[in-house]
């Protein structure tokens, strides 16, 4: 079974950046979709961004120009860079693969000043 693990979260001040990774074991990302998700507490889980298997990236609008989100397939792992970094910011990151409907177990990010 295909298991995801993200990493690189953490508290970081207003205007700050952090990279978030995710790995996958069992299986390849290289060739198609996945997407990073984020949950705040009491609010539902929300789409951050998306990348294709050909590598296009959508974006919600309240992280354009801010997140990039990108894919190394010799390493197998995903990625979401993200700058000026708010409190609106602060979730829980996920990982998922659109393929093979997988989750990671998330990392906390929190953003405060």
């Known amino acids: 079974q295909v298991q995801l693990v993200e990493s690189g979260g953490g508290w970081v001040q207003t205007w700050g950046s952090l990279r978030l990774s995710c790995t996958a074991s069992?299986?390849?990302?290289?060739?198609?979709?996945q997407g990073w998700y984020r949950q705040a507490p009491g609010k539902q889980r929300e789409l951050v961004a998306s990348?294709?298997?050909?590598?296009?990236?959508d974006y919600a609008d309240s992280v354009k120009g801010r997140f990039t989100i990108f894919r190394d397939n010799d390493k197998n792992t995903l990625y979401l860079q993200m700058h000026n970094l708010l409190p609106q910011d602060t979730a829980v990151y996920y990982c998922?693969?659109?393929?093979?409907?997988?989750w990671g177990q998330g990392t906390q990010v929190t953003v405060s000043s």
């Open positions: 998922h693969s659109y393929l093979w409907g997988t």
């Open positions: 069992g299986g390849f990302f290289s060739g198609h979709a």
């Open positions: 990348i294709t298997g050909g590598g296009r990236a």
